[in-house]
């Protein structure tokens, strides 16, 4: 017995410096960008400001997301040719890979983490696979009140495990209760509106926005009301002159939503909407360089960043909230495709797919703090996303 | 034999320029309307140019159109679509480029 102590006490030890020779950590600072060229992805550190390992081997990565297990070990990748990649960011591999779709736009996480959706357009649906394994739980077909089969666009999920998306071609929104994976409930809010091209939830997780191509305004849902409806709101955004064309469409996951202000992209104007997030009423409209391709508020929510599509993709500009103000425009390098902050806003991130590289600026001082070299970079995604409802 | 070969070549892209009714866009054009076309058509259209938001633009899919009105829709946009129109950026040749070579399987960037 006296001997058995010491004999645990050294297995023990042994143990603990075997896990600290394994490099033990932790993922909250880390992060993953898109090599959209060259279907790879990068695992990022924001603490060194370095890339850790470069991840081959993810099929189509024009136009893909990424959203994180909930213990912010997993990036599930979703690819534009329907491939569902998980991504181990500790031992920097594939874990696990699946063809879901034909063609995909993006995918959500389920509120308790235990379900991964993706939005296909091909065939248009959404289907939902265990986040362990990817085995497949539920196919969600997307057939309107037309008859036909849409594509589906911003999917996200929301409080009480449930998903919302849209149909794009149906003008349809839809709300997967899955609290029985295998059974959705699904309630459907048709006639909402022409062409929503994205949605998005606010951080909140009470209101869903679909963004509307073919009419003004957007297609508003209370999530504490579904009863009362989807309303338009802001429809006073789009009017007001000519519309521009559009040579890249907005992303309204970008939405800022900085606590009682939501800065939105207008589209087809070179403006930028801030509306009140209670009334969802335009409060303010600032003019800026192009067609706003992401709104990005920084932590804390006094700037928004914003970058633009075609032909003034190579400009980022930030809007100082309180004044109301474009504060700086920086021109960083041809192609700047996406934005990410730090999860506490002290850098930010810009891919510049022209340039195969990947800027760090420090908000406060506009100073270039960091470069690293990416294929044709796109989407930046830090881990902090693991925690947030719509991400 | 390299030089021969190479001759050869220039003599046959000579060849088929002088028959289409456009001139021969500079090789430094056609690497720029490459990278626009994968990266800024591919931002609706896919990358692999296999359709997303937009149509797919494979050469099955736009065999039996017309490739005047696929220059025109290039040029003029689709109103009532989200497609825009590309007249500032592109002219009718860049254009006719383009299609051309969506009907016969676009080149890739690199």
Known sequence: ?391 | MRILTTAGMMIGIAFSSAFADTPPLHPQRQSELIHLVRQDCGSCHGMELRGGLGPALTPQTLKDKPASSLVSTILHGRPGTPMPPWKNFLSESEADWIVDNLQKGFPDAR
């Not at chain 1, 297995?11 to 959209?36: F, P, Y």
């Not at chain 1, 002159?241 to 939503?257: D, I, S």
């Open chain 1, 1 to 391: 017995m006296r001997a058995r102590i010491p004999l645990l006490l050294v297995l023990a030890l042994g143990v603990l410096s075997g896990c600290a020779n394994s490099n033990l950590r932790g993922t909250g600072d880390l992060g993953v960008v898109i090599e959209r060229a060259t279907g790879s992805v990068q695992v990022l550190d924001t603490t060194h400001r370095t890339s850790l390992a470069r991840v081959d081997g993810l099929g189509d990565l024009s136009h893909a997301s990424i959203s994180y297990s909930r213990d912010a070990r997993y990036a599930y990748v979703f690819g534009r040719d329907g491939g569902l990649t998980k991504v181990d960011l500790l031992t920097q591999r594939i874990d696990r890979r699946i063809i879901q779709g034909g063609n995909s736009i993006g995918g959500a996480i389920s509120a308790d983490g235990k379900l991964v959706a993706v939005a296909n357009y091909e065939p248009g649906g959404v289907k939902v696979f265990d986040a362990d394994t990817l085995a497949l739980v539920a196919d969600i077909p997307a057939i309107g009140s037309d008859g036909t089969r849409s594509k589906v666009v911003g999917l996200v999920d929301a409080p009480g495990q449930r998903f919302v998306f849209s149909l794009f071609e149906a003008g349809e929104i839809w709300v997967a209760d899955m609290r029985d994976p295998k059974r959705p409930a699904l309630r459907k809010f048709t006639g909402v509106g022409r062409e929503p091209y994205d949605g998005m939830i606010t951080s909140d997780g009470r209101h869903y926005a679909a963004g509307l191509f073919g009419e003004d305004g957007v297609a508003l849902l209370d999530l504490w009301n579904l009863d009362a409806g989807v309303r338009r709101a802001l429809v006073e955004f789009g009017r007001h002159g000519e519309k521009l064309p559009v040579y890249k469409m907005p992303h309204l996951e970008g939405w800022a939503a900085t606590g009682s202000q939501i800065v939105l992209p207008a589209v087809g104007k070179h403006e930028v909407i801030i509306a009140d997030q209670n009334s969802w009423k335009e409060v303010a409209r600032i003019p800026v360089a192009g067609q706003v391709v992401f709104a990005v508020a920084r932590p804390g929510g006094r700037e928004v960043w914003l970058n633009f599509a075609f032909p003034n993709n190579d400009t980022v500009q930030v809007v100082d909230l309180p004044s109301r103000r474009i504060v700086q425009t920086l021109t960083p390098g041809k192609g700047v495709l996406h934005l990410e902050f730090s999860p506490r806003g002290e850098q930010v991130w810009l891919s510049l797919r022209d340039e195969n590289r990947v800027e760090i600026y420090d908000p406060d001082s506009f100073a270039r703090i960091g470069t690293l070299p990416v294929e044709s970079p796109s989407g930046i995604f830090f881990t902090v996303r693991a925690h947030r409802t719509g991400l």
